[in-house]
T-cell receptor
């Protein structure tokens, strides 16, 4: 089945800096790659997603890039703010319906 | 529009008992999926229901089951609880459950098995 690796597991940045989280996947049939943000006591919230027919997608301070040849995708957050502190999960969807998640990255943005 | 709601939010059970969790999807959404989240295994897919039928299933034992009602609300049941079933159980809904369709998660039910 699909295996998604996510790095780093923890990331600490200063407010205003950029943060980058990387994921790799194993199943070349994967075509959908969402990113979720999970705050304490809440369920995961979709922040951005990308489908395999594009290489990059941007939404204000957040961007995702996809390299299907290398089977990896990345989340980029620019001008980080303290409220960006949370756990971020990448996921890949290969066949059927289920999302296969990475183990998560705990991002801490310090003022 | 109201989001995905899950009840109860917290639950404490003892080994051997059974538990039922409930999920109400976003209005108009007909697909409901369940995930288990633990610190060790992360987020793992349990099953997905669409039009009252289980359409996809993850790699969990038969003690984990679910159902969906005609109004798209879904319940998940775990029988003969084990300590390892302690987890956050998340429900997610989407409009049709189609491939690569966005899934929206609820806040989860935190289950503690003693």
């Amino acid at each position: 089945g699909e295996n998604v690796e996510q790095h780093p597991s923890t990331l600490s940045v200063q407010e205003g800096d950029s943060a980058v989280i990387k994921c790799t996947y194993s199943d070349s049939a994967s075509n959908y790659f969402p990113w979720y943000k999970q705050e304490l006591g809440k369920g995961p919230q979709l922040i951005i997603d990308i489908r395999s027919n594009v290489g990059e997608k941007k939404d204000q301070r957040i961007a995702v890039t996809l390299n299907k040849t290398a089977k990896h995708f990345s989340l980029h957050i620019t001008e980080t703010q303290p409220e960006d502190s949370a756990v971020y999960f990448c996921a890949a969807c290969a066949s059927g319906y289920a999302l296969n998640f990475g183990k998560g990255t705990s991002l801490l943005v310090t003022p | 529009k109201a989001g995905v709601t899950q009840t109860p939010r917290y639950l404490i059970k003892t080994r051997g008992q059974q538990v039922t969790l409930s999920c109400s999807p976003i209005s108009g959404h007909r697909s409901v999926s369940w995930y288990q989240q633990t610190p060790g295994q992360g987020l793992q897919f349990l099953f997905e229901y669409f039009s009252e039928t289980q359409r996809n299933k993850g790699n969990f034992p038969g003690r984990f089951s679910g159902r969906q009602f005609s109004n798209s609300r879904s319940e998940m049941n775990v029988s003969t609880l084990e300590l390892g079933d302690s987890a956050l159980y998340l429900c997610a809904s989407s409009r049709e459950g189609g491939f690569a369709e966005t899934q929206y998660f609820g806040p989860g039910t935190r289950l503690l098995v003693l």
